[in-house]
Structures are given as structure tokens and as C-alpha cells.
């Protein structure tokens, strides 16, 4: 049996991937402007390799994809929350599924428990958000990989890795 | 035979003095002090030893035993060059004829290689197996033994037998048996996606798979004689152990992870109520409490004496090493230096109170720290990533997982991170060491931390203990005599026993 979804389910998804902070910035406050969309081809062509819900809510047409964060910090920025907000108007269109996995995530500096704290605290952070703007919060499951699923190797890569995935 | 000058000792001065001479050329300032948490770790390791008998190396000599090839001469041997402030000859520098020589010691011969002690041993079959009869002689005193232990049993038990001998010339020598034989547990990257537990002797004898052998198994922890870990699965976290089969102990919503083991119950962190905090359980899952309430992370408990726990908080904003009680009060903060500072463990000993932790300064590196006097060493520099510190049961060692440059794993260092070993080679992480059961002043060596040693069903069967430790201080000087052996009729006997085979 496997564990892993392959990468067809993925692409059924929206998604809406957000800019990437520029640089590894731990002040909590500092607003990243957003700088365009990422091509996230490659980020899909590896979910084989990534821990996914295996009942999750993948059977509308929209569902937030991936917020991603700066180094060691759990707070959106206005890319991300209006990544969010998009998938919550969708939503509101298209019906919420049943339940929605959120699944954070750390690039591979530090160790392996504060990064699955780190990641829990991002995707907790995505789920107050989506609680904030009105969606009920019992539908919403949080977990963290941490480090376990990280990729990157240098500062671009690192960013991809920092990130909350929802299906 | 002429006397001589000690081999070992004249060069050492020069070495030291070159440590510290090199040290004093690297020493630089800290590299990562961006938010103001106060001063940086420290940025050089120690230079001087200290943690030997009587302050100095301590020299013994241990050849190989008579009746058998090496293996129970190798084993000693390994053991006490793990040991700091120990230095080991063997046969190779001894010119007189140790057949002849027996059971005794000359203490002559063995002078004028510099030894103070030396370990002595013969291996006899038997009926049903192996009788090994050890000495301990310290050469001052060569005209008898001042221990003796006899062991009786199938060959199997021969390691086991070795280790608590060094245990207990450790006792002997300075009052606290050693943690020869003692187990380490971590987790393995097998691959993307792919993570299992593993436990080992504590020189990286024997190792085995503890989790199934599928999906992500980390975080382990000794307790209850089992080892407890952590499952990331895509159905949730959950704690289980390694004889449970998957069954979730510890669930819940969001993580429950990284489970630590005192006094029969579990203490593990969990984002059930929406937050990284700390909770603890019973050892079935029952009884759920919660221990700290804070906006912040709280995370990575970790038992220390006197009902403490240690853990992490970022509650100051950076990570930081804090302790409380067991059921949640008298919080108190205890590293101040350094902006990034992980995964406590405690050494268990209530009269040497001392935390070691993973700080970053730069890269990640090993520190302890006294959590009464802010006195701070710092084990590890320069050499790639080091993180997960965890402190030998008479905490004489500190092992660490390194990502070090051509020779990743676990290493066992002392305490002031000298005589850095590699036992586990390889992509290992989050080392745990089995402690001592029960109060620390009533250690035993032989039976608590031996008896889950085997790691087949076959040794286990055959398990004869006739090593019969004393309890509390042995009398020194005084020959211990053995209890009589249990009778368990094993395989052909044979003065071979299965090799040395480090993974």
C-alpha cells in the first residue's frame, strides 16, 4: 500500500503558491512584498516523495496549495494571506471539503524537533487565519513534517522548503 | 627487563601546549549574535583534561586473555579508549612472555611500560559453555588482585562479561562503575520519506532496527525497557514503542513527538490544543496532562534529577533551554547566552547538575551548561553540524550526532569534547542514551542495564547472569567472589565467541 499520492492528484489541485521572501529575515512584523508567482512544476514533480493526507479533500476544484515563510518564522505575509483569501473565496463558490489537511514544513537547518514544532507553528498559523476569515475550524487537520521531506540546499531551494501545503 | 621512562608521558606537555597554542590562533568572535540575547556561546572548546583519576591519563594495560583469541581483550580495550583520561596498552608493547606470566602480573614489566593497572583474564570451557576468570591488578600492588570476578555461562554472555568488568575497574578506580555495554538509541535516514529507529551498544556493537522498517520512525526514547519513538504518518503523529506494533499510544491533533520517559510516564509535545506545549501522559495513553500553557513554542522535554524537566521555549523569543518541575511550576530559564539553543538532555547524576545542549553559532555545535553557576563548555567546533547531545548513564561521555566531513554519525566525546569517537558511522540523528533504572546512588551495573542487552531471541534464552555486581561502593581491595552459575545447557562450547563486528 502506499503512503504517497503521485503527482496526478497534485495537479488536480489550484494552486496558488505565493512569492518567496528574499532573504532570511526573523524579524516577526517585516512585510515581504511579493515577488510573482513561482513556476511550482518542480515542486509537483517531487510529491512522490511527500507525506500527503490519504483522505484528503481533493474532490473540489480548489484548495490552497502553499504558503511559503522566511527563515525560522511563522508569520504570513500579505502574499500568503492573500493566497488564502483567494482559496477562501473559492471555497465559498465552490463548497468546502469535508476536511482540509493542512501540513507544514522547514527546509533541513536546525534540529529535527524544533523544525516539526516550527512547521506545526506555520500550519497552526494558516489554520487561525482560515478560522479568521470564516472557515470552521473543526474541518481543518494540522500536522508537521518538519524537516523530514526538505530538499533544499542552498538559499532558493531552502525557501521552497519552508512552507504550509493543504489538500 | 631495564626500567624506562613511561612512554606515554613526556610528550604530552608539548601536545597540550600546541592546543592550545592552536586554539589561541582560531579562537575568534562569535559569528552569529543578531538579536541581542545576551552574550555569545562560548567560541572555543576547552583545552585542558581534567576528567581523569587523580587529574592525570591513567595507564592500563590489557592484552589480550589467555584461552581465546582476542575478543574479550578487544572489547576492554575498545571500552577504555573510549574512556577519556584513560590510555590503553596492549600487547603489542609488552616484551615479556605473558604466557608465562599467567594470571599474575609482573609488576616490573608492566612499570617500565608505564601501566597502573592492568586486566588480566583466562577463558576455560566448560560443560555448557564459557568460565571467565578476570583480575584487576593495579601494579603498585602487584602481589594480588585487588578484584576478581568469575563469570560462568554460554559464550554469548562473553561481551556482557567484559563490559561489566570495565564497569567495574571504573568503580574501583574512582567510586562510579562505568557505562560500558550501555545502549544508545537514534533514528536513520534511509531515504526521502524514509526514517527508522535503531538501538546499539553504546560502541556501536549490535546494531538493529527497532521501528517496522516503513515510513518515518524518529525521536526515540528509552523508558518502561522499551524504546518509545515518535510516527509521522499520513494519518498523524503518534507515539508508539518498539514491541507495540504501530498501536498509537500518544494521538492527537496537529504533533505529539519526541517522547521522553521518567518515573512511569511519558512527557512528550503536542499541538493538540492548537500550540507546541508539553503534556505528559501515562504509559498507556491514559491520564493526559498538561504542562505548560504559553503562546509561545514549548517543546523537547527531557527527565533530569530531582523531578525536573528540561525543555525548549521560545517564550523570550528565541529558542531557549528552561526547566520546571514535573507537573508544570517553578519555570525557570537557564541558557542566556547564544539565540538558538535546543534539544536539553540532563546528566542524571543530582550532585553534578549540568545540562547539554545544541546551539548555533554558525553552524550547530554541542555546549553544556551548569544550570546553577552559568558555567558554560562548549564540546564541538568546525566540524560540519552537531546536534543532539545525550550524556552517558554516569556521565563520563556525551554522545552527539555530526554531519562532519567525510565521517557523518555518532560520536562519544567527553565531556569537554575531547577523544571524539565515531561508534555509529553513517546519516544518524537524535542520539538517546539508556540510563541507569532507579535512584542514581543505588546503580548497578550487572543487572539493570545488561539484562536487555541480548538482541535475538536465541541469546535471550540462553541468558545465564552469574556476574553478581555489589550493589552500592565495593570493598576495594577485597577479591569478590563470584556466586555459583546457573546451569543452562547452550551449544558446543567454545573460546571463540563471535567477532567484533561494528556496523
Redesign the interface.
Known sequence: MS??RNASFAALLLTLAVGLPACRS?TPEEEESSSGSENDGDRNARRD??????NGGGSGTCSLQQVYFGYDADELDSASRAAIQQAVECFRTQGLPARLHLTGATDPR?????N???G??RA?AV?AYLVSLGIDGGRI??????E??A?GSDEDSWARDRRVSAE | MTAHTPRATPWLPSLALLAAIAVALTAQPSRSQTDGDGPALPTSVPVIEIDAPEDHVYHIGIPNLLGEQNMMGEVLRGDFQLMPGYRVIDERSVRHDLVAEGLAIRSGAWGSLGAQGVIKGEVRATADGLEVELRFYRVARAAEPMFTRTYRGPATRARSWAHDFGNEVLRILTGMPGSFGTEIAYARRIGPGRKDVYRAQMDGYGEHRVSRGDGIALLPAFGNRRIYFTRMTTRGMFITHGRANDARIVEGDGINMAPTICDGRIYFTSSRDGNSEIYSTNLDGGDVQRLTNHPAMDLSPACGPNNKLAFVSSRHRTPQIFTMNRDGSDVRRVTFRGNHNQTPVWCQDPSRPRIAFTGRDGNYDIFTVNPETQDYVRLTQGQGDNKDPAFSPDCRLVAFASDRRGAPGIYLSSTLGFNQNLVARGDAETVRWRQWDGPYENMSVSDPVLDVLPTDAADAAVEVPTGVAPTGSAPVGAPTTTAPAGSAPVGAPSATAPARSAP
Do not use: K, N, W
Open positions: 503512503r504517497f526573523q516523495v511527500t507525506l500527503t493526507p490519504e536546525g534540529t529535527e524537533e524544533y516539526i514544532a516550527l506545526d507553528r497552526q489554520r487537520a494540522v500536522t508537521s513534517v518538519g523530514e521531506m530538499q
